[in-house]
């Protein structure tokens, strides 16, 4: 099994910056492909963000495309998600994802593994 522990949410005003971490223990390597999903509240759990399990390739949601980074420390085991340009849109519970292969999916049934979660709310 794979735990995840996300940090770094909050309350920000539209334009501000937030970066989320997650941290990951159990059985994990350096090989699995991490995410962030998002829920906005009455939504369903939107695909954010994902890296490769080598940390070469990542894929964005067009919406967050261009704003927001995500990378990888393996040492650390540690996702991280850089977030800036922040929008009132960008509100909801951010979760970190993790699946045993080294390519990510854009599809949430394809990650085993979640956290809890993180609040973000952009005021506007």
């Known amino acids: 099994q794979v735990q995840l522990v996300e940090s770094g949410g909050g309350l920000v005003q539209a334009g501000g910056s937030l970066r989320l971490s997650c941290t990951a223990s159990g059985r994990t390597s350096s090989s699995y492909a991490m995410g962030w999903f998002r829920q906005a509240p009455g939504m369903q759990r939107d695909f954010v963000a994902a890296i490769t399990g080598s940390g070469e390739g990542s894929g964005y949601a067009v919406s967050v495309k261009g704003r927001f980074t995500i990378s990888k420390d393996g040492a650390r085991n540690t996702l991280y998600l850089e977030m800036n340009s922040l929008k009132p849109e960008d509100t909801g519970v951010y979760y970190c994802?993790?699946?045993?292969?080294?390519?990510?999916?854009?599809?949430?049934?394809?990650?085993?593994?979640w956290g809890q979660g993180t609040r973000v709310t952009v005021s506007s």
């Open positions: 994802v993790a699946t045993d292969t080294e390519y990510y999916y854009l599809g949430s049934e394809r990650y085993p593994y």
